[in-house]
């Protein structure tokens, strides 16, 4: 055998070599993004099952606490624009979907603590069961985005790595983005002021507190059935 037949060989054996190595880490890429994909459609099945429920978290709640109009105002105007900004996007994460679902979170948390202060609501056999639902809906929320998260960070890190960044760049694998709280208030815990709710005059009502405006919100039904069937959870959470 030659000099040259063995270079050949070699050659053969490293360009197969090669050829299996990217093979693999394509492979790889499309697991990882199947997963996110996945991962991703826990949270906005929970997502739009919180949608469904606050309408009549509101409902109940103006029937025994009028006194809280300027917060039940600020959860509407919340939800609406999380459920239109789902839609504008396709469903999709965003930067901007996240901080408003994140402000969402809190409002709805800043209530039921407030409501604390209604002894007949918390004996309403629909309320405990509309707070139990949203908050069990809460924490599979938070459960699913932690799963979520640590899938798109694995699956960024192989984006930006060596040398799997080669596969990612020539097959244009992009980075997924993340879901997680990125407004440090939306951190902090509850602040509930009974005086100062006491005291909102009666014209407030229409002052809304939105940190983004969203044109066209979605207006829900108040009074219908979670169907997860009927989500928009099929779209991914990036675009190759």
């Known amino acids: 055998m030659t000099t040259v037949v063995i270079i050949l060989i070699i050659?053969?054996?490293i360009a197969l070599a090669v050829v299996g190595w990217g093979v693999s880490a394509y492979n790889g890429f499309v697991r990882s993004r199947n997963t996110i994909q996945e991962s991703w459609r826990q949270i906005d099945v929970e997502l739009n099952r919180r949608y469904e429920l606050i309408p009549n978290l509101v409902e109940t709640v103006r029937g025994y606490a009028a006194h809280e109009r300027n917060t039940l105002e600020q959860i509407t105007?919340?939800?609406n624009q999380a459920r239109a900004l789902a839609g504008q996007s396709g469903g999709q994460p965003s930067d901007q979907r996240s901080e408003i679902e994140a402000q969402l979170s809190q409002a709805v948390t800043n209530?039921?603590?407030t409501v604390e202060a209604y002894p007949e609501l918390k004996s309403n056999t629909n309320f405990v069961e509309l707070q139990r639902e949203l908050t069990d809906t809460e924490d599979r929320i938070a459960a699913a985005r932690r799963f979520y998260n640590a899938n798109v960070r694995e699956y960024n890190?192989?984006?930006e790595s060596v040398p799997s960044n080669i596969i990612a760049n020539f097959a244009k694998f992009e980075k997924a983005t993340y879901f997680e709280l990125n407004d440090p208030i939306a951190r902090q815990a509850p602040d509930v002021n009974f005086g100062e709710i006491s005291q909102r005059?009666?014209?407030?009502?229409?002052?809304?507190?939105?940190?983004?405006?969203?044109?066209?919100p979605v207006q829900a039904p108040q009074q219908q059935q979670y169907q997860p069937e009927q989500q928009n959870a099929d779209r991914p959470p990036?675009?190759?």
Do not use: E, H
């Open 11 to 13: 050659l053969l054996v």
């Open 77 to 79: 105007s919340l939800r």
């Open 111 to 113: 209530l039921l603590v």
């Open 157 to 159: 890190t192989k984006v």
């Open 201 to 216: 005059p009666a014209d407030t009502g229409q002052q809304q507190i939105a940190p983004q405006q969203v044109n066209n």
């Open 238 to 240: 990036f675009q190759n």
